[in-house]
C-alpha cells in the first residue's frame, strides 16, 4: 500500500477526518490551532473555519451541521457561515478537555475525556461520555488516555484505545439501550511500534488504528486488526506522529490520514511533510459515520 501525501499544510494537531459524501469532501480538526477545516480532494483546496476554543472531535447532524466537542461543552457549527451556537454544557471538571469519539449505529456521540496539561500520570478522572441528542451521560470511567474509539459496522462491538498503556479494549454493545458491556482485551500494541491514537473500521470487520511515535521511540504508521485482535498488516507512515485514519471517495476505499508536528514536544526532528493529510488506496471498504440523531 502506497502512502501519498494529499493535502501539504503543516497542521500543528491533525485529528479527526470525517468524509463526508454529500460534497465528496473530508473535514478534519487542527486541534492546537482551533480550527475546523474541509479539504475537497477533487480541488485540493482546504477551507478552515476558526473555533473559540480547542476541539476534540465532531460529528455531523443530518440537517449538514456539524456538532463539535471544545473544552466547555458541545457547540452546533453552522458551514458555511461559521457561526456556533453551545448545545450542552461539559459535565466534567476545569482541567479536562474533550478529546476523541464517534457516533455509535445509532447516532448517539460517544466522547472520551483528557487532561488539559496532558499529564498521562493524573488520569483517574477521564471518563466517556455519551450524548443522545438531549443529555450527556457519564459512561464508562478507569479509561486512561481516550482514544481509538469506534464502533463495529454492526454496531455490536464498542472499541477504544488507551494510549498510555498500549491496549485497545472492546466491549459488547448493545444497540438499543446504547449501554456497552463484557470489557476485554482486545489487544496490546508491542513496543516496537507507536503508540495507539485514533481509529475507524472497515465492512469486513477489521479496526484500523494509528500509532505515533512516542519520545522514546517506535514505528509510527497504521496497523489493521481483525476481529480476533490479531494485527494482519502494518503501514509505515513517513511522518512520527500519525494521528487517526478514516475511510473516504466515492467508494469508501481511500483511507485518510490525518498527522501532527508538534515539534515543542517531540525530541527528534521534524519532518518537513509532518502534519500533512496522506491517502493510502486500500481495496477495503469503510463504513459509513452515522449522522448525531436529532436532539
Not at 15 to 22: D, F, G, Q, Y
Not at 48 to 61: E, H, M, R, T
Not at 94 to 109: I, P, S, V
Request: glycine share 10%; hydrophobic share 35%.
Amino acid at each position: 500500500m502506497d502512502v501519498k501525501q494529499v493535502l501539504a499544510i503543516k497542521a500543528e494537531l491533525g485529528e479527526h477526518p470525517v468524509w463526508r459524501a454529500e460534497d465528496r469532501s473530508l473535514y478534519w480538526l487542527d486541534i492546537e490551532a482551533a480550527k475546523f477545516n474541509r479539504f475537497d480532494p477533487g480541488s485540493g483546496e482546504n477551507t478552515s473555519w476558526d473555533l473559540p476554543d480547542k476541539p476534540g472531535c465532531f460529528a455531523f447532524g443530518h440537517d449538514g451541521t456539524a456538532l463539535v466537542a471544545l473544552r466547555d461543552g458541545l457547540y452546533r457549527l453552522v458551514l458555511p457561515a461559521g457561526s456556533m451556537t453551545r448545545a450542552i454544557a461539559a459535565a466534567h471538571p476545569a482541567h479536562l478537555r474533550f478529546n476523541d469519539g464517534k457516533t455509535d449505529r445509532q447516532g448517539r456521540l460517544w466522547i472520551g475525556t483528557s487532561r488539559v496539561d496532558n499529564d498521562v500520570r493524573r488520569t483517574d478522572e477521564n471518563a466517556y461520555y455519551r450524548y443522545d441528542g438531549h443529555r450527556l451521560d457519564k459512561m464508562l470511567t478507569d479509561v486512561g488516555v481516550t482514544n481509538g474509539t469506534a464502533f463495529s459496522g454492526d454496531g455490536r462491538t464498542l472499541y477504544r484505545a488507551q494510549t498510555e498503556t498500549r491496549q485497545i479494549w472492546s466491549y459488547d454493545y448493545d444497540p438499543a439501550s446504547g449501554t456497552p458491556s463484557r470489557q476485554r482485551l482486545f489487544a496490546t500494541i508491542s513496543d516496537e511500534f507507536g503508540l495507539p491514537d485514533g481509529a475507524t473500521v472497515d465492512t469486513d470487520g477489521g479496526y484500523w488504528v494509528a500509532m505515533a511515535t512516542p519520545p522514546d521511540g517506535g514505528r509510527a504508521g497504521i496497523a489493521r486488526f481483525t476481529p480476533d485482535g490479531r494485527m494482519d498488516f502494518f503501514v509505515d507512515m513517513p511522518v512520527p506522529l500519525t494521528t487517526m485514519p478514516t475511510f473516504g471517495g466515492p467508494d469508501l476505499s481511500t483511507l485518510y490520514i490525518t498527522t501532527a508536528r508538534l515539534e515543542a514536544f517531540m525530541p527528534y526532528e521534524t519532518p518537513e511533510i509532518a502534519g500533512s493529510i496522506f491517502a493510502i488506496e486500500t481495496g477495503f471498504t469503510g463504513v459509513v459515520e452515522t449522522p448525531l440523531r436529532a436532539g
